[in-house]
């Protein structure tokens, strides 16, 4: 069954994702039984989170980098109160930068 037209279902356990100004290593989410590659994401902060995704630690970390004008990041702007599901490789790591300490709960699962 395709799962690009089913409401969301966790498949895990929800992991917090600290954030900060300096992006921490990368945490991994835990694979689920039937791994999908999707992940519902809540920003819980009150500032914008650049959120780095990697197949590392290291990479996540890495990529958890503010654009700035002319030069582009691999990170994904998380903006405050923001519920959002994306698809990623089963077994991702995601780290955070901030302005402030911020908090990004995420949840493996399927559908949208």
Do not use: H, K, W
């Not at 290593?25 to 920003?43: F, H, K």
């Not at 990004?104 to 399927?110: A, K, P, W």
Request: aromatic content about 8%; some cysteine; proline content about 6%.
């Amino acid at each position: 069954m395709s799962t690009s037209q089913i409401a969301f279902n966790p498949c895990g356990s929800t992991v917090a994702i600290a954030a900060a100004a300096v992006a921490p290593l990368g945490v991994q989410v835990p694979q689920t039984s039937d791994p999908s590659g999707q992940y519902r994401i809540v920003n819980a902060g009150s500032s914008t989170v650049f959120l780095g995704v990697g197949a590392t630690a290291a990479a996540a970390q890495a990529n958890a980098v503010a654009p700035v004008a002319g030069v582009p990041s691999a990170a994904i702007a998380v903006i405050p109160g923001a519920v959002e599901i994306f698809s990623f490789g089963e077994s991702a790591f995601f780290s955070g930068l901030a302005s402030v300490a911020s908090t990004v709960y995420i949840t493996q699962g399927s559908g949208v």
